[in-house]
């Protein structure tokens, strides 16, 4: 929907993400939908693998970790890149730093800075996973919360290889985000269910939350 979509607008082809091991099955879904609905699906699509880089543009990069779903899957998270001066050039005045670059001395470090982290379906395993610290650290963090009430609990979301509200609270310690958009909720739910499942988060994790719940229907509509 969302490439047909770009294409209907006549925008620039989306770039996808995916693990190398799908990539060809993906391909294979946009022909056969692209031949059903007798449109050109136009997109970029990059097997990227954990340990990977992908330059989105100059200021920005995005690097894939590990998560857990029945198919095989990963999030990504997005670093911004900034230049800074190394200590030892920090006393130069403007001249003489413009001398040592047309000396072709490298003079800068290249920071990272953790921006966003977006988690499709999974597990909660990959929280406690030490290579997905960076995941755990950015400025927001979009998770799924498929399921949220203990009708549908732990062991049902785990079964359906999802995550539930519950193991956010069970883990809130390692999660470090400024902010958390919640996605991905089962459709069971009504806007009000949700919105009263994120009310008893507690104090320090409900002050960051957001539950994105367009499209969701009210019990009073």
Not at 11 to 36: Q, R, S, W, Y
Not at 69 to 81: E, K, L, R, T
Not at 92 to 113: A, H, R
Request: include cysteine.
């Amino acid at each position: 929907m969302y490439v047909a979509t770009r294409g209907l607008y006549n925008l620039k082809p989306p770039t996808v993400f995916v693990p190398p091991c799908i990539k060809a099955n993906v391909e294979k879904l946009f022909d056969v939908h692209g031949a059903m609905s007798r449109v050109e699906l136009n997109l970029d699509l990059v097997a990227l693998d954990v340990g990977e880089t992908y330059e989105i543009r100059n200021e920005l990069v995005v690097r894939p970790f590990k998560t857990h779903h029945v198919i095989p899957s990963q999030g990504y998270v997005i670093y911004s890149v900034r230049k800074k001066l190394k200590k030892k050039y920090i006393h130069l005045k403007g001249p003489q730093i413009k001398k040592q670059k047309l000396s072709s001395v490298e003079i800068t470090d290249t920071i990272l800075s953790l921006e966003v982290a977006f988690i499709g379906d999974t597990m909660s395993d990959f929280i406690l996973d030490p290579r997905n610290a960076d995941a755990l650290r950015t400025k927001v963090l979009m998770t799924e919360a498929t399921f949220l009430d203990e009708e549908m609990g732990i062991e049902h979301a785990r079964q359906h290889d999802h995550m539930h509200l519950f193991e956010i609270l069970e883990n809130a310690q390692w999660i470090r985000n400024e902010s958390i958009m919640l996605t991905h909720f089962s459709s069971r739910y009504k806007i009000e269910d949700i919105r009263e499942a994120v009310s008893k988060l507690q104090r320090q994790v409900r002050g960051k939350v957001l539950a994105l719940t367009e499209g969701f229907k009210s019990t009073y509509t």
